[in-house]
């Protein structure tokens, strides 16, 4: 089954920027959404195909996506923006959703 | 704009079943597909499967397969999730959210409240 892999935890201090990665196989080939999750909260898309920003979203959220990484940046940090943030593909070879194990966001 | 409405929390033994529902508040599913995650405590977000509620197709994770059910009733905008042979393992917050698409891909727009259910004997 198509594996998401991300980092257990990214620090950065505000104002800075915070990337975030999600690798997988060929995953440029696919289409990546990016959920925020706050905590006791519901996740919110923040970024749908690779770089799209839905209705809402601060402008300061952004992703891209080549090769075998995908990456949500996140410009002039702020302590708001500190939460768990999962990246998601669809598998097309076993249609399959699949979510990356997800990456909490300290803002030091 | 749609707001999905969760059923409330729930308690059960090992080896009984859950049915968890999912109201389209405001809107309708319309051609939207609808999907089913899960996140056990201090954990990620593990999908279960999905729905296409215009033809009542489910599409289940692997994992789940033979215990899970998704199903919907288009009449009332309300789609279901119905675990079996629950084990203390499946204690977890259980969400449903819209996809933005008529597949069961993602990406995911709208979510519900999310509706705890804790297995204990």
């Known amino acids: 089954s198509y594996v998401l892999t991300q980092p257990p935890s990214v620090s950065v201090a505000p104002g800075q920027t915070a990337r975030i990665t999600c690798g997988g196989n060929?995953?440029?080939?696919?289409?990546v959404h990016w959920y925020q999750q706050k905590p006791g909260q519901a996740p919110v898309l923040v970024v749908s195909?690779?770089?799209d920003r839905p209705s809402g979203i601060p402008e300061r959220f952004s992703g891209s996506n080549s090769g075998n990484t995908a990456t949500l940046t996140i410009t002039r940090v702020e302590a708001g923006d500190e939460a768990d943030y999962y990246c998601?593909?669809?598998?097309?070879?076993?249609?399959?959703?699949?979510f990356g194990g997800g990456t909490k966001l300290t803002v030091l | 704009q749609v707001q999905l409405v969760q059923s409330g929390a729930e308690v059960k033994k090992p080896g009984s079943s859950v049915k968890v529902s999912c109201k389209a508040a405001?809107?309708?599913?319309?051609?939207?597909?609808i999907t089913w995650v899960r996140q056990a405590p201090g954990q990620g977000l593990e999908w279960m499967g999905g729905?296409?509620?215009?033809?009542?197709?489910?599409n289940y994770a692997q994992k789940f397969q033979g215990r899970v059910t998704i199903t919907s009733d288009e009449s009332t905008s309300t789609a279901f999730m119905e675990l079996s042979s629950l084990r203390s393992e499946d204690t977890a917050v259980y969400y449903c959210?819209?996809?933005?698409?008529?597949?069961?891909?993602?990406?995911?727009?709208?979510w519900g409240q999310g509706t705890m259910v804790t297995v204990s004997s």
């Open positions: 998601q593909v669809w598998d097309s070879s076993s249609d399959h959703v699949v």
């Open positions: 060929n995953i440029g080939s696919k289409s």
């Open positions: 405001r809107g309708t599913f319309n051609s939207y597909a």
């Open positions: 729905i296409i509620p215009i033809f009542a197709t489910a």
């Open positions: 959210a819209r996809d933005l698409t008529s597949t069961v891909t993602g990406p995911f727009d709208f």
């Open positions: 195909d690779d770089s």
